[in-house]
């Protein structure tokens, strides 16, 4: 499978402690994305990687998440002091800088976060 | 910051017929891509559809349709001879800069 691949995709874990998701692009993409998805609603953009690099955060992104793409290869996202309120879908994409197609965005299959 | 809305939160269609779905944004630019990805239920997310807002021609991928009214900012999705593999919650999406930015969603019920 070549596709974007997250784990765990699951993660139950009790409020206050630290939570790390991993996420595989497509190996040639160069550029990976990090979506938050509430119950019932659409995907929010939380940050984007080109490379190593990060280059856009959103506000979403509060001072206890924080993302890395060290090789500019796999990326993590890591929540310290979970709250109730992190309880959500975490998905991951990947797209090739320039395309074709353009920008199209590559989903994974998510790692869905519940914090007791 | 760009705004998507879908104003159907839910829409049934039977077998075999056709079913349109609404999305409206707001946008400032001239020049921008407007997607359609499909959901499944604990499934990931696959795009649909692509439109390109400088393409006067609407995008159509095999059964799926879009109508694309630039004016309006209106990019609605048509599903024809629907399948019982189309039920999904659909997202419409706008690019913008290097990020999407998705509408709440329509939950598709296919009825055999």
């Known amino acids: 499978d070549t596709g974007v691949s997250q784990d765990p995709r699951h993660k139950i874990t009790k409020r206050g402690q630290n939570v790390t998701f991993r996420c595989d692009p497509i190996s040639e993409h160069n550029r990976l994305y990090w979506y938050r998805q509430t119950l019932g609603q659409g995907p929010e953009f939380l940050t984007y990687?080109?490379?190593?690099?990060?280059?856009?955060k959103s506000r979403l992104l509060s001072d206890r998440f924080s993302a890395e793409r060290p090789k500019g290869s796999f990326s993590t996202l890591e929540i310290q002091r979970t709250e109730q309120g992190d309880s959500a879908m975490y998905l991951c994409a990947s797209s090739l800088v320039g395309g074709p197609p353009p920008g199209e965005q590559y989903f994974g299959p998510g790692t869905r976060l519940t914090v007791t | 910051a760009q705004t998507v809305t879908q104003s159907q939160p839910e829409m049934s269609v039977q077998e075999a017929e056709t079913v349109t779905l609404s999305c409206t944004y707001d946008?400032?630019?001239?020049?921008?891509?407007l997607f359609w990805y499909k959901q499944p239920p604990s499934r990931q997310m696959i795009l649909v559809i692509r439109q390109e807002a400088y393409k006067q021609q609407n995008a159509t991928e095999n059964r799926f349709s879009v109508n694309f009214q630039k004016a309006a900012k209106s990019f609605s999705l048509k599903i024809s001879d629907s399948q019982l593999g189309d039920a999904a919650m659909y997202f419409c999406?706008?690019?913008?800069?290097?990020?999407?930015?998705f509408g709440a969603g329509t939950i598709l019920r296919v009825k055999s």
């Open positions: 990687f080109q490379n190593e690099a990060q280059l856009e």
């Open positions: 999406a706008y690019r913008e800069g290097n990020k999407l930015v």
């Open positions: 946008t400032s630019e001239s020049d921008y891509y």
